[in-house]
């Protein structure tokens, strides 16, 4: 009896009732069109991502990393399609929570909205302190200095003090004022811009996608500029190697590169402020996504060809290659697109988390006060309150390294889940589908993978084997260190062997397949201590769940 109310779903008909336009309609602005959720995906795309993770992810696989850009956008492109398919059955906020509870169930809808908390507010912090970084460096072009103690987080400038080594962490460290025995370091401009985004996405979607819209037109025109002059410094000399760490390296750089695909998912939180949202929805997230994958491309050409790959291991790199080549006008131009691009995606994601929670809290599974519409902004004001103090505090606490790969992995296991749920979902019927066709709505285009799939893995499988011929006896060696660390891969080939077998039995549809498998085999990138703090994070998940979520759930009341 527990486990089948575990499992227990949420039908389509009730979703639309509650979050559509039925008697339960959430109440919020209808203001969003095609070109307004484009833009509010490469708002979020382009970013962190952009000017700061692209660094380490080309550090780590040298010009190649363009190959994992690639892969990147293929998996995201087949989970775009997933999301484009559950936005056009079910056009309500919530993104991978709602599909989840669809299809798998309450427990596993649950677990994503867990994990989604890691994409939206704790991938919010990494951006925070991106942004920080570049601002201050704005400001010390106008010779305006902050305090080194009030531009660094307290952990990264002890690391710095008990590794020796740092200038930033060190003066910070050595000149910040103590109280009661306490050294007051914190990153100021990070905690006011958060403040500042908490306040705009609190006063409405209008606005918020009014400033969205002014800050893509001029991040792209800048990036143009810099991939247009960055062009004239290229030596092709340092495209050689290509892949200078080999393939590992390459997938070494995951989660950076990953990192910057996130925010396309945060479209799909805003159904019901879209005007024709099961229409105009696949559209804004495809669109986006195309759009920012030929940016990443040509970018990551651009700055492996202007210096070494070596020289990019840095959380500023744009601002680096032209430091480096003596282009000291384009630092000024860089920090200015740097700061406008994290400021829309500061934005976007914190409009994203509100509306999650406002959705859990809706289904019974977070306290009602998260679902609460402001009577005059028509916002979920509480819940965005929460969303600003879950991104601040943080921010005195913690750095910007483990928040990227935690980030990550919970945004890869949202997708996985949101591809399994369209495999899951019940074939609709000739007048539905349809229905779907004359209203313009999106349909994933449906192909058997009986054969094709099978042949794909033993395609793959061939030619691993014979360009890697020491791949597979590694991954199955048995020793302490190979074991731990190939853990993920082993599953992956189980998963691959499995999911061959049912498309064969079961006439599985190929394009969420690919999409499963796809983000499955990036989630192999991740270390093994990334799965360790995934893992804690999921278990505080399940405790709150259970003591709360499991009794209060309008399912388990009805």
Known sequence: ?????????????????????????????????????????????????????????????????????????????????????????????????????????????????????????????????????????????????????????????????????????????????????????????????????????????????????????????IIFLIIIVGAFYIDIDNWTPFMPNGFSGVMGGVSAVFFAYIGFDAVSTLAEETKNPQRDLPKGMIYSLAICTVIFIVLALVITGMVSYQLLGVSDPLAEIFALKGVKWMLFIVSIAAVVAMTSVLLVFQMGQPRIWMTMSRDGLMPKKFSEIHPKYKTPGFATIVTGLVVGIP????????????????????????????????????????????????????????????????AAFGMVQYYLPTFFPDTFRYSDTFFTTNIPMLVFITLCIVMAILSFIKNLSLIPLLGLISCCYLLTGMAVSNWQWFGIWLLIGLVIYFLFGYKNSNLNKK
């Not at 958060?194 to 001029?218: A, Q």
């Not at 591809?419 to 000739?430: D, I, K, R, Y």
């Open 395 to 458: 921010i005195f606490f913690t750095d910007e390294n483990f928040v990227l790969d935690f980030t990550s992995i919970g945004t890869l296991f949202a997708f996985v889940l949101v591809c399994g749920g369209v495999l899951l979902l019940s074939p609709q019927s000739e007048s539905e589908l349809a229905e779907r066709a004359t209203k313009g709505k999106f349909r994933i285009p449906y192909i058997n993978a009986k054969y094709i799939f099978p042949l794909m893995c033993l």
């Open 1 to 221: 009896m527990l486990l089948s109310k575990l499992f227990r779903k949420k039908s389509t008909s009730i979703i639309l009732q509650q979050g559509g336009d039925g008697e339960e309609h959430s109440g919020l602005n209808k203001v969003l069109n095609v070109r307004d959720l484009t833009f509010f995906g490469i708002a979020a795309i382009i970013g962190g991502g952009t000017f700061s993770a692209i660094g380490n992810a080309c550090f780590s696989g040298g010009p190649g990393v363009i190959f994992l850009y690639i892969i990147c956008a293929i998996a995201c492109g087949f989970t775009a399609m997933c999301y484009a398919e559950f936005a056009s059955r079910v056009p309500v906020s919530g993104s991978a929570y709602t599909y989840a509870y669809v299809s798998f169930g309450e427990l596993f809808a649950w677990i994503i909205g867990w994990a989604l908390i890691m994409e939206y507010s704790i991938g919010n912090i990494y951006i925070a302190f991106s942004w920080s970084g570049y601002f201050t460096n704005l400001l010390d072009s106008f010779h305006l200095h902050l305090p080194e103690w009030l531009t660094i987080n307290y952990k990264s400038a002890q690391d710095a003090f008990v590794a020796n080594k740092g200038t930033e962490g060190l003066l910070a460290w050595k000149n910040a004022p103590v109280i009661g025995g306490l050294k007051i370091i914190f990153d100021l401009p990070a905690v006011i811009i958060n403040l500042l985004i908490t306040y705009l996405v609190y006063r409405g979607t209008k606005e918020s996608r009014n400033f969205s819209n002014v800050m893509v037109y001029i991040k792209l025109a």
